[in-house]
């Protein structure tokens, strides 16, 4: 019997912040786990939950201004022991409401200060004027990086952080200055639903990748082929990503 390696991806606030479907990225990340011989064993975490001891990757989702309410004294709670988990290596995505309180606030159109738990070094202002649509950017890291954003929070990046990419289709972190996402350390920061991971698996490589070297101290193969497939994985998400950028805006 092959030796078990299991790989723990834990979901932060699942229940108040996963209203556009982010729940998928933790799905993508146990397929290609899978496919690559790994265990993947998925955890979640909703306020005043018992963190678990043993995480490797990380992930969040949006939510409501009512959901970031919700979750905001608990993330702050937790918050020593998410510094260090990231200061360590340890792989972060987080998308929309949680990439906003991963900063160090998001305040709202009414003025209100929602506090976030400073690991990404922007801060983000509610407006009147809401981003929506599909979005196509262009990274170094990533390559060409395809999703849907649907957001009024802008937001904005500080020095100790680099933008994740650069927008060629949509607007991204605010209206103004064409910057998608953060990257900080490990961690990955972005607008991005629809899922993000199906459609631009370089970034859950990414994940997988650094949590697998973190843990056994090993390198990941860059291509899959999962077993009974009719087409090779990677083909099926070249055409899945070349429909993707024809979408209108």
């Known amino acids: 019997m092959a030796e078990s390696k299991p ?20 799905l993508v990340l146990q397929r290609r786990l899978q496919w690559r011989g790994y265990e993947p064993i998925l955890h979640s975490y909703d306020p005043e939950d018992e963190f678990p001891e043993q995480v ?17 004294q608990d993330l702050l709670r937790i918050g ?3 510094h260090a988990l990231a200061e360590d290596g340890t792989p972060m995505l987080m998308i929309c409401g949680l990439y906003q309180l991963f900063g160090h606030s ?15 070094d922007l801060r983000t202002e509610g407006t ?8 196509v950017a262009e990274s170094k890291e990533f390559g060409e990086i395809l999703g849907y954003e ?20 949509g607007e991204g972190n605010n209206a103004r200055d064409s910057h998608e996402g953060a990257r900080w350390k ?16 370089a970034i859950a490589d990414f994940l997988i990748a650094q949590a697998v070297q973190n843990r056994y101290a090993e390198t990941i193969q860059p291509q899959i082929d999962a077993a009974g497939s009719a087409q090779p994985i990677e083909e099926l998400t070249r055409k899945a990503r070349t429909t993707a950028t024809r979408r209108p805006r």
């Open 7 to 26: 790989i723990h991806v834990l979901q932060l606030y699942p229940r108040d912040m996963n209203i556009y479907g982010d729940f998928g990225n933790a």
């Open 150 to 169: 649907n957001h009024s929070g802008q937001t904005y990046l500080g020095p100790e952080v680099q933008p994740l990419a650069r927008v060629t289709k």
């Open 186 to 201: 490990n961690i990955v920061g972005s607008y991005l639903h629809g899922s993000l991971l199906p459609k631009n698996p």
């Open 128 to 135: 009147d004027t809401r981003l929506i649509g599909n979005v």
């Open 106 to 120: 998001f305040r709202t159109r009414e003025g209100r200060e929602i506090k976030g738990v400073g690991l990404l």
């Open 56 to 72: 490797d990757i990380i992930i969040g989702g949006g939510g409501q201004d009512s959901g970031q309410d919700k979750i905001q």
């Open 80 to 82: 020593d022991k998410l």
